[in-house]
């Protein structure tokens, strides 16, 4: 009873429905846990009335013997889902009191299985970054500190406020979106789980476009359980979303054998990047002894055009984001700044409205698109991606799944890295391949490093093999055998 | 291929976004250090390469040829800044 907030959501769910507390207890114990942690700046809304209702009903179902599978179960949404009727900012100053009048299918699936929304969280604008420090409504600050220091630290991004949130306990889990790297990062340096699933088996509809070829919902919580538990109410095939596959959703949940025996785990020799820090390729090496001890084999791979995956994306995103992002003029929805005719008030609109990593990203992607540059640029770059997607192909002739870091280093200092948007964009450096093939990849808290700071490890997958990530994942996370439960120091 | 600052003038223009004077140039500079940094791809052949079209491998759903929604003009103008009627309202276009 004194200790809800850590509750994971298997142990929430079946205490639940044990009647060992009730979904109101659950619930008001987080709302008081984020009444006291507001110095972490995680959320832009917070939704208590409605996490309160959702509970009431919850609570009826629970005693009717009629409970769904996330019943009563309290979660963070990133404000990039379209929730009806709550202000949806996508971290930006342009979505200004913007109120959807519908719900993103996976939010409405969410709330279907009976889970209830105790608010909206911050990210960096419109999920472009890898820090938080983007957003609109300022930073969110990692609960995690360097040990002896007080030097507030970046929560990676652009899911910083749904991985803070959950690191922190104020919330079971929450949703967030990859594009880059946007859930494994963050969840990797806060010392969380989270999967970027294969595209298409979330649907994107009601969720604030960023690259709509690259973007894909998916779940941080505090376990690989609880992230195959809610991924698998969170995927459906949807008939908004014509890129949502229509396929089963496996019992993610019962394929969790924590069997990993013959399992071919591939190691991609290209991940060895220079000036990786020891303590990463230490902590790599231990997952491979972790797997080993299991029981799974561990095969050399190569991934040939690895090196090529950040600049390729670093003009497909853009291009797709400056398409994607036209829809912000003033005129249907957000800011108006007014101006002296209708292009002034567009233009007035997306200055103020836009902030720099947005407007600069917004401008490379109008200039790859621009006449005579979008086939030395936007074609180039999709031909890359086709060669980084066959690498996988050929990889997975060998092997299984692949093993390897989720970032290249621990969470780092707010506004230690701003100046210089490539050294931010190398964040991205392991994650970004998953995107731009396609693939499932998940980041597992794998220890911390000689800071008292969280490292992840991420597993990628074959394109719809969620299952096996979930699988292996467990495995890594029970070898590794960490609590990961930042110091409550912000509490007031 | 190298930006100055007219071509920062220019694909700001074609974004719709107003930027002042003074940010054009630190701007050009910041989209030539990036236009560098991706310029790498090139060491690439991919005569033969074909772009990828399609993440997955998936053929798009044909659904039914019928009205699924409409009569929603309340919900789709609430959102506007300004509008009547549930009508948009912008600065006037034509004289």
């Given at each position: 009873m004194s200790d809800l907030t850590g509750l994971t959501i298997a142990e929430a769910r079946d205490g639940l429905r044990k009647k060992a507390f009730s979904a109101r207890e659950l619930t008001d114990a987080h709302i008081k846990a984020i009444e006291k942690a507001?110095?972490?700046?995680a959320?832009?809304?917070?939704?208590p009335?409605?996490a309160r209702?959702g509970a009431?009903?919850s609570d009826?179902r629970l005693?009717?013997?009629?409970a769904r599978a996330l019943e009563g179960i309290p979660l963070g949404i990133?404000?990039?889902?379209?929730?009806?009727?709550?202000?949806?900012?996508?971290?930006?100053?342009?979505?200004?009191?913007?109120?959807?009048?519908?719900?993103?299918?996976?939010?409405?699936?969410l709330?279907?299985a009976g889970a209830t929304m105790l608010g909206?969280l911050?990210?960096?604008?419109?999920?472009?970054?890898?820090?938080?420090?983007?957003?609109?409504?300022?930073?969110?600050?990692?609960p995690?500190?360097?040990?002896?220091?007080?030097?507030?630290?970046?929560?990676?991004?652009?899911?910083?406020?749904s991985a803070a949130s959950v690191a922190a306990r104020l919330v079971l889990g929450a949703t967030?979106?990859?594009?880059?790297?946007?859930?494994?990062?963050?969840a990797?340096?806060t010392g969380i789980a989270g999967?970027?699933?294969?595209?298409?088996?979330?649907?994107?509809?009601?969720?604030?476009?960023?690259?709509?070829?690259?973007?894909?919902?998916?779940p941080m919580a505090r376990t690989v359980r609880d992230c195959a538990i809610m991924l698998k109410t969170?995927?459906?095939?949807?008939?908004?979303?014509?890129?949502?596959?229509?396929?089963?959703?496996?019992?993610?949940e019962?394929?969790m054998?924590?069997?990993?025996?013959?399992?071919?785990?591939?190691?991609?020799?290209?991940?060895?990047?220079?000036?990786?820090?020891?303590?990463?390729?230490?902590?790599?090496?231990?997952?491979?002894?972790?797997?080993?001890?299991?029981?799974?084999?561990?095969?050399?791979?190569?991934?040939?055009?690895?090196?090529?995956?950040?600049?390729?994306?670093?003009?497909?995103?853009?291009?797709?984001?400056?398409?994607?992002?036209?829809?912000?003029?003033?005129?249907?929805?957000?800011?108006?700044?007014?101006?002296?005719?209708?292009?002034?008030?567009?233009?007035?609109?997306?200055?103020?409205?836009?902030?720099?990593?947005?407007?600069?990203?917004?401008?490379?992607?109008?200039?790859?698109?621009?006449?005579?540059?979008?086939?030395?640029?936007?074609?180039?770059?999709?031909?890359?991606?086709?060669?980084?997607?066959?690498?996988?192909?050929?990889?997975?002739?060998?092997?299984?799944?692949?093993?390897?870091?989720?970032?290249?280093?621990?969470?780092?200092?707010?506004?230690?890295?701003?100046?210089?948007?490539?050294?931010?964009?190398?964040?991205?450096?392991?994650?970004?391949?998953?995107?731009?093939?396609?693939?499932?990849?998940?980041?597992v808290p794998?220890?911390?490093?000689?800071?008292?700071?969280?490292?992840?490890?991420?597993?990628?997958?074959?394109?719809?093999?969620?299952?096996?990530?979930f699988?292996?994942?467990e495995?890594?996370e029970k070898?590794?055998g960490m609590t990961p439960r930042p110091q409550a120091?912000?509490e007031? | 291929?190298?930006?100055?600052?007219?071509?920062?003038?220019?694909?700001?223009?074609?974004?719709?976004?107003?930027?002042?004077?003074?940010?054009?140039?630190?701007?050009?500079?910041?989209?030539?250090?990036?236009?560098?940094?991706?310029?790498?791809?090139?060491?690439?052949?991919?005569?033969?390469?074909?772009?990828?079209?399609?993440?997955?491998?998936?053929?798009?759903?044909?659904?039914?040829?019928?009205?699924?929604?409409?009569?929603?003009?309340?919900?789709?103008?609430?959102?506007?800044?300004?509008?009547?009627?549930?009508?948009?309202?912008?600065?006037?276009?034509?004289?």
């Open positions: 507001r110095a972490l700046n959320f832009v809304t917070e939704t009335e409605l209702a009431a009903e009826k005693a009717a013997g009629s990133k404000d990039l889902f379209c929730t009806k009727g709550v202000l949806t900012t996508a971290g930006s100053h342009i979505l200004d009191g913007f109120k959807p009048p519908y719900e993103s299918t996976v939010t409405r699936n709330w279907d909206k911050n990210m960096d604008e419109f999920a472009m970054g890898s820090s938080n420090e983007t957003s609109y409504y300022k930073p969110v600050i990692n995690w500190r360097r040990k002896g220091s007080n030097t507030p630290l970046v929560p990676g991004g652009s899911s910083g406020g967030g979106t990859d594009t880059g790297g946007s859930i494994r990062q963050p990797a340096v999967i970027k699933p294969t595209y298409g088996r979330c649907s994107r509809w009601g969720i604030v476009a960023f690259a709509s070829s690259l973007d894909q919902a998916g969170m995927a459906s095939h949807d008939p908004m979303d014509s890129t949502s596959v229509d396929m089963p959703v496996p019992d993610y019962t394929a054998t924590g069997n990993v025996k013959g399992l071919r785990v591939g190691i991609p020799k290209e991940y060895r990047i220079d000036g990786m820090p020891a303590e990463i390729e230490a902590l790599w090496q231990k997952g491979i002894e972790w797997l080993k001890a299991a029981g799974a084999e561990i095969v050399d791979v190569s991934l040939p055009h690895t090196k090529y995956a950040l600049p390729a994306y670093y003009i497909v995103a853009p291009a797709e984001a400056s398409s994607n992002l036209a829809r912000y003029d003033g005129v249907r929805f957000g800011l108006r700044v007014p101006g002296k005719d209708i292009t002034s008030m567009y233009e007035n609109t997306r200055a103020a409205g836009f902030g720099r990593e947005v407007q600069r990203r917004i401008l490379i992607g109008t200039y790859v698109l621009s006449a005579g540059y979008y086939d030395a640029y936007y074609i180039k770059a999709q031909k890359l991606r086709t060669l980084i997607a066959r690498d996988f192909d050929e990889a997975y002739k060998k092997c299984d799944l692949l093993l390897t870091p989720t970032a290249p280093g621990p969470a780092f200092g707010i506004g230690e890295k701003t100046d210089d948007p490539i050294s931010m964009y190398l964040n991205d450096v392991f994650t970004v391949t998953v995107n731009l093939a396609g693939l499932p990849g998940i980041s794998a220890g911390l490093n000689s800071e008292g700071l969280p490292l992840g490890l991420q597993l990628i997958g074959k394109a719809f093999d969620e299952a096996t990530l699988r292996a994942g495995v890594i070898a590794a120091w912000w007031v | 291929m190298s930006v100055d600052k007219n071509t920062v003038r220019r694909v700001a223009k074609l974004a719709r976004i107003a930027f002042p004077e003074e940010r054009l140039e630190p701007m050009a500079g910041e989209l030539n250090r990036l236009l560098a940094w991706v310029e790498q791809l090139n060491e690439v052949d991919t005569s033969t390469v074909e772009p990828m079209t399609s993440v997955v491998k998936m053929s798009l759903k044909m659904r039914d040829d019928v009205v699924s929604d409409g009569g929603q003009a309340e919900a789709v103008t609430k959102n506007a800044p300004l509008g009547e009627d549930h009508y948009f309202a912008v600065p006037k276009v034509v004289e």
